[in-house]
Each structure stands twice: as structure tokens, then as C-alpha cells.
């Protein structure tokens, strides 16, 4: 491929790989991960509420990895309460799990900045042959897109295994109890799916560009090889 052509699709990955850990450091911030709907189990019980009546039980939630906001509604309409996990949830939460969370969000950023950074520089400068060079560039798109996809499998079992919203609504509820009526991701969530294909797709950009992957070998470098030993 001409010079000119890998300088593009460097240059490309480059800027794909910045935007990335730029909308992995705003997901961290937002509470956009996920939101949902709670039903104050105990209020509709006392009342017998079915139906249409059950929606004067249902109250909304929506929280990130730092902060959150629910609504409790037990028929004497939405009452608001803002929340952080830091340090007011962390005796009901799984904490080792959502510190990891945040932990690979942090690497996640790290390594994007890294691969953008050396992605411009294998498009602009003089690469070496190891780091900064195809080795490198696999390297940093690998790891990326490995913490990826453990923030989306850590955080996952954090929601559905060990029930984080019905943790979170019940958090300082003496009297009442709430349950999940419906939850589901939302955008931050997807921007770590989204970031997660970026970095696969610029390994991909990597080997369209002719570097072949690090572990290979081609036959024509062993023939070679073969024949210098031979004269030796």
C-alpha cells in the first residue's frame, strides 16, 4: 500500500481512538448508565393496587458509576432524592466490582490516548520497530478493547446478578420496600460497547494498511532465514 494511503488510515485511527477515550471520560461522568422504573412493593400492598393504581406506586431511577437519582412514588406523588456511590453507597453495593469498573474505565482512557498518540506518530513521524511501530499499534488497540469489554461484563453482573437498582432504591428505606419493575442500559453504557468496536476496528485498519500481525511469520522471512544459516 502506498505511504500516502497508510498515513490516512493511520490518521483515522488516530482520531477514532481520541474520540473514544473522550467519550469514555464523559460516560464515567453522567448517570446514563442505566435507568429504569421501581415499585414500592409495600404501598401497593397495603392498598391492594392493580392496574392503572399501580402506576401511582411506580417511581423512576437512573444512575452512572459516580452519582444517580431516583424518584420514590408510594401514592402521594414523586418525592426526588439525588445519591453518589462514593462514600454513601459502598456498604450496599458490590464495591471491589464497581471500583474495578472505574478502575478499567481509567485504563480504558489511558491506553485510547496512548494508541491515538502513536497512531499519528506512525502516520507522521519515523515509527521504530517495536512500540511505536504495527507492534505497538496492536498492542494498544488489544488492551483497549479488552477493558472494554470487561467495564461492559463487570457492570453487567453488578446490575443483573447482584441487583444494584433494587440495592440503590432501597438504600435508607426503613419501612418501604422497592423492587425493580424495569431497567435497561442506557447511552454511557453503549459508548463503552462503541468505543470496544473502535479498537477492534482499528486492528483491523492496522492489518488493511499490510502490517501483518505481530505472532505471524511469513514463509518468505523463514526461507530466508534458512538460506542465510545455510552460508554460515
Same mark, same amino acid.
Given at each position: 500500500?502506498?505511504?500516502?494511503?497508510?498515513?490516512?488510515?493511520?490518521?483515522?485511527?488516530?482520531?477514532?481512538?481520541?474520540?473514544?477515550?473522550?467519550?469514555?471520560?464523559?460516560?464515567?461522568?453522567?448517570?446514563?448508565?442505566?435507568?429504569?422504573?421501581?415499585?414500592?412493593?409495600?404501598?401497593?400492598? =397495603?392498598?391492594?393496587?392493580? #392496574?392503572?393504581? &399501580?402506576?401511582? /406506586? %411506580?417511581?423512576?431511577?437512573?444512575?452512572? @458509576?459516580?452519582?444517580?437519582?431516583?424518584?420514590?412514588?408510594?401514592?402521594?406523588?414523586?418525592?426526588?432524592?439525588?445519591?453518589?456511590?462514593?462514600?454513601?453507597?459502598?456498604?450496599?453495593?458490590?464495591?471491589?466490582?464497581?471500583?474495578?469498573?472505574?478502575?478499567?474505565?481509567?485504563?480504558?482512557?489511558?491506553?485510547?490516548?496512548?494508541?491515538?498518540?502513536?497512531?499519528?506518530?506512525?502516520?507522521?513521524?519515523?515509527?521504530?520497530?517495536? =512500540?511505536?511501530?504495527?507492534? #505497538?499499534?496492536? &498492542?494498544?488497540? /488489544? %488492551?483497549?478493547?479488552?477493558?472494554?469489554? @470487561?467495564?461492559?461484563?463487570?457492570?453487567?453482573?453488578?446490575?443483573?446478578?447482584?441487583?444494584?437498582?433494587?440495592?440503590?432504591?432501597?438504600?435508607?428505606?426503613?419501612?418501604?420496600?422497592?423492587?425493580?419493575?424495569?431497567?435497561?442500559?442506557?447511552?454511557?453504557?453503549?459508548?463503552?460497547?462503541?468505543?470496544?468496536?473502535?479498537?477492534?476496528?482499528?486492528?483491523?485498519?492496522?492489518?488493511?494498511?499490510?502490517?501483518?500481525?505481530?505472532?505471524?511469520?511469513?514463509?518468505?522471512?523463514?526461507?530466508?532465514?534458512?538460506?542465510?544459516?545455510?552460508?554460515?
Amino acid at each position: 500500500m502506498p505511504a500516502q494511503q497508510k498515513k490516512i488510515i493511520f490518521c483515522i485511527a488516530g482520531v477514532l481512538s481520541f474520540a473514544c477515550a473522550l467519550g469514555t471520560a464523559a460516560a464515567i461522568g453522567t448517570q446514563r448508565w442505566v435507568k429504569g422504573t421501581i415499585l414500592c412493593k409495600t404501598g401497593a400492598l =397495603l392498598v391492594n393496587a392493580t #392496574g392503572q393504581e &399501580l402506576e401511582k /406506586f %411506580i417511581g423512576e431511577i437512573q444512575y452512572g @458509576l459516580l452519582h444517580g437519582e431516583r424518584v420514590r412514588q408510594c401514592g402521594l406523588g414523586g418525592r426526588p432524592f439525588q445519591f453518589s456511590f462514593f462514600p454513601d453507597l459502598l456498604k450496599v453495593i458490590p464495591a471491589s466490582i464497581h471500583v474495578s469498573v472505574i478502575l478499567f474505565c481509567t485504563v480504558l482512557i489511558i491506553f485510547a490516548l496512548v494508541g491515538a498518540g502513536f497512531f499519528m506518530f506512525n502516520a507522521f513521524g519515523s515509527p521504530y520497530e517495536t =512500540l511505536h511501530g504495527p507492534v #505497538g499499534l496492536y &498492542l494498544w488497540s /488489544f %488492551i483497549a478493547c479488552s477493558c472494554g469489554c @470487561l467495564i461492559m461484563i463487570l457492570f453487567s453482573s453488578e446490575v443483573k446478578i447482584h441487583h444494584l437498582s433494587e440495592k440503590i432504591a432501597n438504600f435508607k428505606e426503613g419501612s418501604f420496600t422497592f423492587k425493580t419493575h424495569s431497567e435497561q442500559f442506557a447511552n454511557s453504557f453503549w459508548i463503552i460497547l462503541v468505543c470496544s468496536l473502535v479498537h477492534f476496528l482499528n486492528a483491523l485498519l492496522i492489518r488493511f494498511a499490510g502490517f501483518q500481525f505481530p505472532f505471524s511469520k511469513s514463509k518468505d522471512s523463514g526461507t530466508i532465514t534458512g538460506a542465510v544459516d545455510l552460508m554460515y
